[in-house]
């Protein structure tokens, strides 16, 4: 769905949910109800962790699109389209919770998604960052519902690391 129609139905769901904290559906079986399966996380390639825990909060480093393993290259308004982002944003979301698991061992121990930032490779003239970002922060809220509201910044950028179409790095909230 275009233009955050999700996003919308699950915040309208969460307002007028007043046990946002109760979770009906375990993570991994609303994962596999999607057909998703998480992947193996990739080992960082510079000088940083794939996470830091400080306290309950869980900080996941940027992590790129990938198209059959490899980065995802190209600049939307150039030679990505806007529903191709869409697309890349939801798998790097993926790969996030991939490395949110690896983080935390068990992702029914997520209490919120707290914050993403969403950096997408951008023309000049492309103005659809906000619809780039809605697909990883759309899947985001499938799997947690209201815990998967979250707050967020789109920005577009002159390039990504290795060329790829999108980065995106997420800050979650854990239990003990």
Request: glycine share 12%; with cysteine; hydrophobic share 45%.
């Amino acid at each position: 769905m275009r233009g955050g129609g999700r996003l919308r139905a699950g915040l309208a769901a969460a307002r007028g949910n007043t046990l946002w904290k109760e979770r009906r559906v375990s993570v991994y079986k609303k994962l596999a109800s999607l057909g998703i399966t998480l992947p193996e996380v990739t080992p960082p390639v510079a000088a940083f962790v794939p996470f830091v825990r400080n306290g309950h909060q869980l900080f996941v480093s940027g992590h790129i699109a990938k198209e059959g393993g490899k980065p995802w290259v190209g600049q939307l308004g150039l030679n990505v389209t806007t529903e191709q982002g869409i697309k890349a944003a939801r798998g790097v979301a993926i790969d996030l919770l991939a490395t949110l698991n690896l983080a935390v061992r068990d992702l029914n121990k997520i209490k919120r998604i707290v914050k993403l930032t969403v950096l997408v490779n951008s023309a000049p003239t492309f103005t659809e960052q906000h619809l780039v970002a809605d697909g990883a922060s759309e899947l985001l809220v499938e799997i947690f519902g209201a815990n998967g509201m979250h707050a967020r910044s789109a920005f577009g950028v002159a390039q990504v690391p290795f060329g790829s179409c999108v980065e995106i790095d997420l800050i979650a909230e854990g239990e003990d």
